[in-house]
């Protein structure tokens, strides 16, 4: 059974940080790509940062140079580090872990982030 379970999300004042981490359990989590993915209210889920297996990195632009995404794969662990928080950053945040040689993709249960003063 496959489970990706998020910590982490929130209440943080704009321009602080947050810390989101994702444990995956079932999955062979070395040849997966990781990513964290966000939806605000009304809105569509969107892609923020993804790691591949090899460790590239790519970040959507409203988030480069704020937010760093890291993996363990000792672990199998990924994490999100978000500095310089803004209030539109607020969304549930969402862990995925995709392998496309097998078509597998899954998702975590997803953790709140609210950025408001």
């Known amino acids: 059974q496959v489970q990706l379970v998020e910590s982490g999300g929130g209440l943080v004042q704009p321009g602080g940080s947050l810390r989101l981490s994702c444990a995956a359990s079932?999955?062979?989590?070395?040849?997966?790509?990781m990513g964290w993915y966000r939806q605000a209210p009304g809105k569509q889920r969107e892609l923020v940062a993804i790691?591949?297996?090899?460790?590239?990195?790519n970040y959507a632009d409203s988030v480069k140079g704020r937010f760093t995404i890291s993996r363990d794969n000792a672990k199998n662990t990924v994490a999100l580090q978000m500095n310089s928080l803004k209030p539109e950053d607020t969304a549930d945040y969402y862990c995925?872990?995709?392998?496309?040689?097998?078509?597998?993709?899954?998702w975590g249960q997803g953790t709140q982030v609210t950025v408001s003063s």
């Open positions: 790691i591949t297996s090899g460790g590239n990195t």
């Open positions: 995925n872990a995709e392998r496309t040689s097998i078509s597998a993709r899954f």
């Open positions: 079932g999955i062979l989590f070395r040849l997966y790509s």
